[in-house]
């Protein structure tokens, strides 16, 4: 009875902490779509009232969302300096060079390269910013095997210092420009270099004993009490009598804005110098470990772990970690801290109770969907960009799989590269796109873009574009955009201007420039100072069933691209999960990305497990995106790889020794002594006649009679009546000599007998039955 009630507490608490679990999964989501419905609020036609730094963020969170990456990518090149084509950016838009800064030039180089394009200028730039970090010691070492010597030389401005390495490895200068030597001995091992000489060009070279080879490379510390040293990634194997060529000043820098190396934006740019595979990354190393401590700046540790990817700069990140899963180190304030922090640890796949500092954030969030914490240097923008970017990523068109280097092609875009805008049908030029174009210009649709991407004004309902080209715009669906003119107030009713009133309603629009401010229009009209077109004439398309406008519409017209409504219309699979790869071609219908193809979900999704190295599919294997280096999808089960058949080893090398002994036995070898088998005695029998016996049948009597299974008596044969003896004579052995004999006698009956003796008793006894 107790058992039972324990069985329904015990399932109420578990269907309890379902529930709670439920809940909570269910919360998080909302929090998270909160978030992300926010996020895109605030920056949806407002780009260019960001800080830089916040354009980025955000711009990387989004990008999941094609039509505010295209926004936000288009404006982050109007923002750069030179604008359109830039190759720097600075803290708000950028005018020139001398307003660019480091960190928002990195990151920027980073979101080129995560969409596929060209950030070879970009690094270029960065990479010119370097100064000579001298706040070091430097020293060289020249090394070679032991048990040999080497005389070397260092050749610089026209002078030549020359030093011995003994079978110790032990150096000794032998000769130097004085009082102006570069180098000096340290602890019997090392050439201490002068900071005066950082930024000379060294030609060093060693002939070593019997033509050994050397080794020259470079280590460093803070100074020379500091116990800890570093080596340098720069290492030279040489023979004996090459040299090399190097210079402190090429292994030991930092970027500067001006004349100021920021730490932070020194980290950022080294990290995505690191992921982009550009080896120059490791000439900043230097300044970042020897500061790390020293900054204010502590999120070091995480930027030096994704750098370096060493362990114990892991394990610091972990240890600031607060208690209720935060982190709290600099003056950016703990969002971003934590994000940088996190992302860190992610990117590395350390474990650090993720769910823990969801939860934190999830339960730090603001109503409204965005964070922001009360330190000073905290940006709910950045902050909450970051956040989500770190940990609830909506990645797709992000990265590698996203979209390729045509991704800002003017006629990717929508527009077409010409020799000048038609106005009249409401395209105009459109600066960020025209060198896609080459000595021409892109022309886009006037209505597919932001009032302030054209560089214009909104007018009001009852205000007219006055010495200027005025556009309908998505911006302002009820009012006007003003390029190149200013907005006046209407005066005057559309007929009393000589105007016609076009309703877009009855598929009636007026040309772009040609509208005109009046006091009489309703909703949908518009007063225009030409007769009326239709949809098609002024570029506009009315889009076909199951096919819906993907941006601006005015009535039936579409003046973006028809989509279609969902994946169906064009026999393609909906592929818009974050997480998800489709293989194939893509489509945006109003649905999410459309597949044709194989849409690669996770391996859960996909209705699989995951079988990791060790295992095997016992099934079929399918493509999933959740798949680390070694693991598959299996539509199965997974099971133990075998271990290795050394079963099969031992045979084969088994055979390979009875091969060879069998070529030595038939080549001689190898001999084997024949084990003796003593002879039988052999048995006597005395010749006398055999009783004669008539058979039945003309065959001859078997020598071992047939004994057949029934227990029937046989009928005996008919005897020939002649007189046989009452007895057999006995079998006598071979006649011995008398001791002889009887030896071989007693062995006789104490070995056991033989299988003829057996068959000849047996016969003899059947002759004795029949006789009877």
């Known amino acids: ?106 990151i920027a180089s980073y979101i080129y390269n995560e969409f596929g394009l060209d950030y070879s200028k970009i690094n270029e730039w960065l990479l010119n910013k370097s100064s000579l970090f001298k706040d070091i010691q430097w020293y060289l070492q020249a090394d070679i095997e032991r048990e040999y010597n080497a005389t070397c030389e260092i050749i610089y401005d026209n002078t030549i210092t020359t030093f011995s390495i003994d079978e110790n490895k032990n150096i000794s200068i032998l000769s130097s420009p004085s009082p102006s030597s570069c180098f000096s001995v340290f602890q019997n091992r090392w050439l201490k270099i002068d900071k005066n000489c950082y930024e000379k060009d060294f030609k060093i070279s060693c002939n070593v004993s019997e033509n050994k080879p050397f080794s020259i490379s470079f280590l460093y510390k803070k100074d020379d009490r500091d116990s800890i040293w570093y080596v340098s990634d720069y290492f030279y194997q040489l023979d004996s009598g090459d040299y090399v060529d190097v210079s402190i000043r090429d292994i030991s820098i930092c970027l500067a804005d001006q004349t100021t190396c920021e730490y ?84 590395e796949n350390m474990d650090f109770n993720i769910t823990k500092t969801k939860n934190y954030l999830l339960g730090s969030q603001k109503k409204e969907g965005f964070w922001l914490c009360v330190e000073m240097g905290c940006e709910k923008v950045r902050d909450t960009a970051l956040i989500l970017y770190v940990f609830w990523p909506k990645g797709v068109g992000i990265g ?55 560089g214009g004004d ?46 877009y309603y009855n598929d009636e629009f007026c040309p772009s420039g040609k509208e005109i401010a009046a006091t009489d229009l309703e909703y949908s009209e518009v007063c ?80 699989g497990i995951i079988c990791e190295k060790d295992q095997k599919c016992d099934g079929d294997e399918v493509d999933a995106t959740d798949l680390k280096s070694g693991e598959v999808c299996c539509i199965g ?79 005996p044969p008919k005897i020939v009546p002649r007189p046989l003896p009452t007895t057999l004579p006995k079998i006598m052995p071979k006649t011995l000599p008398k001791e002889e004999g009887k030896k071989e006698e007693k062995e006789r009956k104490e070995r056991k007998k033989g299988k003829t003796e057996e068959e000849l008793e047996k016969t003899l006894k059947k002759i004795r039955e029949l006789t009877k």
């Open 1 to 106: 009875m107790k058992r039972r009630y324990f069985l329904v507490f015990f399932a109420l608490l578990l269907l309890i902490f379902n529930l709670s679990l439920a809940k909570a999964i269910i919360n998080e989501t909302k929090q998270v779509d909160n978030a992300y419905n926010w996020l895109e609020n605030e920056v949806r036609n407002n780009w260019h009232n960001l800080k830089v730094l916040q354009h980025e963020v955000a711009l990387l969170a989004l990008a999941y969302n094609d039509n505010l990456k295209a926004q936000g990518l288009n404006m982050l090149r109007n923002r750069g300096y030179p604008q359109g084509n830039p190759y720097c950016w600075g803290e708000t838009t950028a005018n020139n060079e001398n307003q660019c800064r480091i960190k928002e030039t990195a």
């Open 528 to 607: 225009c100072a030409v007769q009326c077109k239709s949809c098609k004439d002024v570029g506009g398309e009315v889009c076909e069933d199951d096919y819906v406008c993907s941006g601006n519409e005015k009535g039936d017209c579409c003046f973006d691209k028809c989509i279609p409504r969902d994946c169906d219309v064009i026999n393609a699979e909906l592929c818009d999960k974050a997480g998800w790869r489709c293989v194939g071609t893509t489509e945006q219908s109003y649905e999410g990305i459309c597949c044709r193809g194989d849409c690669v979900k996770s391996c859960d999704e996909e209705g």
């Open 400 to 454: 590698p799989g996203g979209p390729g280097p045509g991704f800002n092609d003017c006629e990717q875009q929508g527009g077409s590269c010409e020799i000048a805008c038609n106005e009249y049908n409401n395209f105009v030029e459109y600066p960020p796109l025209n060198y896609a174009c080459g000595n021409f210009v892109c022309c886009m649709n006037a209505l597919s873009l932001s009032c302030y991407e054209i």
């Open 264 to 347: 932070e934006a020194n980290a950022i740019a080294a990290y995505v110098l690191y992921v982009e595979g550009d080896e120059r990354y490791k000439n900043i190393l230097p300044f970042l470990i020897l500061n790390a401590e020293d900054n204010n700046n502590k999120n070091s540790y995480a930027w030096l772990y994704l750098i370096t990817r060493q362990s114990d700069y892991g394990e610091r990140v972990m240890e600031s970690k607060q208690m209720q899963g935060f982190w709290k180190l600099s003056n950016f304030g703990q969002f971003y801290d934590t994000s940088i922090n996190a992302y860190a640890l992610i990117k």
């Open 458 to 503: 909104i007018c009001e309902d009852n205000e007219d574009c006055v010495n200027g080209v005025a556009f309908s715009t998505q911006d302002a669906p009820d009012g006007k955009c003003c390029v190149n003119g200013t907005c006046q107030s209407a005066s005057q009713t559309c007929a009393e201007q000589n105007g016609y009133i076009c309703d």
């Open 637 to 715: 089960e997974c099971k133990k790889k075998a271990g290795f058949p050394w079963f099969l080893i031992i045979i084969f090398l088994i055979l390979i020794i009875a091969a060879i002994l069998f070529f030595f036995y038939k080549k001689g070898i190898i001999k084997f002594k024949k084990k003796e088998i003593p002879k039988k005695p052999e048995i006597f029998m005395p010749e006398r006649p055999m009783p004669m016996v008539k058979p039945t049948t003309p065959a001859k009597m078997p020598t071992k009679p047939e004994i057949k299974p029934t227990p029937t008596k046989p009928i």
